[in-house]
C-alpha cells in the first residue's frame, strides 16, 4: 500500500528567572529557545516516510521494539526502518518510583552509545529524539543489528508509556 508522511516539530522552551526578596526592582533573566522543523515525504536529509505509534504497558520484564522488520504501521504494512528521524518516548504515570529505562537492548538502534547503557524517564517525563541529516547522520538499524528499543519499568511498576518512532523505511 503506498503512504506518504508529513512530519512538522514545533519546540518552544522559555525561561523567566528571577530573583525574589530585593529591594526596589526585580532582575531577572529571560531565555527563549524555539526550534520548528519540518520532514517531507521521502528519503534523506530533512525526509521520512513512515511512522509507528503506539501506546504500552511498560513492565520489569521489558519489551523489545524491533524497529527494522518487527513492526507494521496503522495500515497493516511491516516497517523496516532503515534511518530513524524522530524517537519520542513519555512515561504517563503520576506515580511515585514508576520510572522506565529505554534502550539498552542487546541490539540497541545506536541513539546512545552502548547497547547496555540506558535513559531513565521518571513520571510524568519524556524524552524526545530528532536526527534529521542525511542517511550518515542518522541511526542506521538493519535487520537484526542495531534495531531494537527496549523499555523496562522499575520493578513490579507498570507505566503507560506513549511511543512514535518516525524514519525512512528500507
Request: hydrophobic share 40%; with cysteine; charged share 20%.
Amino acid at each position: 500500500m503506498a503512504t506518504s508522511l508529513e512530519t512538522r516539530l514545533a519546540l518552544k522552551l522559555k525561561t523567566i528567572y528571577r530573583s525574589t526578596g530585593v529591594d526596589l526592582s526585580t532582575p531577572y533573566d529571560e531565555t527563549t529557545v524555539e526550534k520548528s522543523v519540518t520532514l517531507t515525504d521521502g528519503n534523506g536529509a530533512d525526509k521520512a516516510e513512515c511512522v509507528w505509534t503506539d501506546t504500552i504497558t511498560a513492565s520489569d520484564a521489558g519489551t523489545t521494539i524491533d524497529v527494522f522488520g518487527g513492526i507494521t504501521d496503522v495500515f497493516g504494512n511491516t516497517l523496516s526502518m532503515a534511518q530513524i528521524k524522530c524517537v519520542y518516548i513519555e512515561n504517563k504515570s503520576t506515580t511515585t518510583g514508576e520510572y522506565i529505562d529505554v534502550f539498552g537492548a542487546a541490539q540497541a538502534v545506536e541513539i546512545i552509545s552502548g547497547s547496555t547503557d540506558t535513559v531513565r524517564i521518571h513520571p510524568e517525563g519524556f524524552i524526545l529524539y530528532w536526527a534529521s541529516g542525511a542517511a550518515a547522520d542518522s541511526p542506521s538499524p538493519t535487520a537484526g543489528v542495531n534495531d531494537e528499543i527496549l523499555i523496562t519499568a522499575a520493578s513490579a511498576k507498570t507505566p503507560e508509556v506513549d511511543i512514535v518512532i518516525i524514519g525512512e523505511n528500507a
